[in-house]
């Protein structure tokens, strides 16, 4: 076994310890530990120069590079896949909101080509609408939350009379109260329960909004007041 001392360190070590010189092909002064320390170094302090080189490398192989990702990517694809899917569980929360954050500073982009995309696309989204709607996992489900909203809403407290719901649509001046449209005869009010039925919200006149359809979808589960809250101080009729 052959032996050789490090410069850097001193060691005596088995010169399969240290890396081959290309041109000479012998071994390098210093042994693989000092020289990849020795390496690190260097790029930690000529960060900025290595990183116009690369973008510089970059520029000019242009071509190459891409030819050689798309091949890459060809061959490993399930492998990317499955990284990617990885990587958004572990950080899923923080994925979503940067996603969130975006799509409210890019609303009107993203609104419009979603609105380009269904106009180009308007049978293709039918079909798979069609099969979405049909699918017997889908049916199950949908059935299963409205028999429990259904049960829900038997058991809470449910109040409100024809009369107090007339006087809730007069309190909002006859418009939605989220978006302030008014109800005629192709807007009609529907019922919303400020505090939703999933968290215990009745049927009551202290509950009960009037919101257009869109903005009742829109709310969903979620608790968003609009009614003015000194209305529900007014005695109830
Ligand atoms: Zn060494
Ligand atoms: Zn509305």
């Known amino acids: 076994m052959t032996t050789r001392v490090c410069t850097q360190c001193g060691v005596e070590k088995d010169v399969g310890l240290f890396y081959i010189e290309n041109r000479s092909k012998k071994p390098r002064s210093t042994c693989i530990k000092c020289t990849s320390s ?91 609408d069609r099969a979405y709607y049909l699918n017997p996992i889908r049916q199950a489900k949908t059935k299963w939350y409205s028999h429990n909203r259904r049960q829900r809403i038997l058991n809470s407290d449910a109040s409100l009379t024809v009369k107090q719901w007339m006087r809730i649509i007069e309190m909002q001046n006859n418009k939605c109260s989220n978006c302030g449209r008014m109800f005629g005869e192709h807007l009609k009010p529907t019922r919303d329960h400020i505090i939703p039925v999933s968290l215990g919200g009745g049927l009551t006149f202290g509950n009960v909004q009037a919101l257009c359809h869109s903005c009742n979808c829109k709310k969903s589960s979620s608790v968003i007041f609009t009614r003015a809250l000194n209305e529900l101080l007014v005695n109830p009729c």
């Open 38 to 128: 020795a390496c690190k170094r260097y790029r930690e302090n000529n960060a900025d120069v290595l990183k116009e080189h690369a973008k510089l490398y970059r520029c000019a192989n242009k071509q190459e590079i891409s030819e050689r990702s798309k091949v890459y990517r060809m061959q490993n694809s399930e492998l990317l896949k499955q990284k990617k899917r990885e990587r958004f569980a572990a950080n899923s929360e923080v994925l979503n909101a940067r996603h969130r954050a975006k799509h409210q500073q890019n609303k009107d982009y993203d609104n419009a080509k979603t609105k380009e995309y269904r106009d180009a696309n308007r049978e293709k989204i039918r079909v798979s």
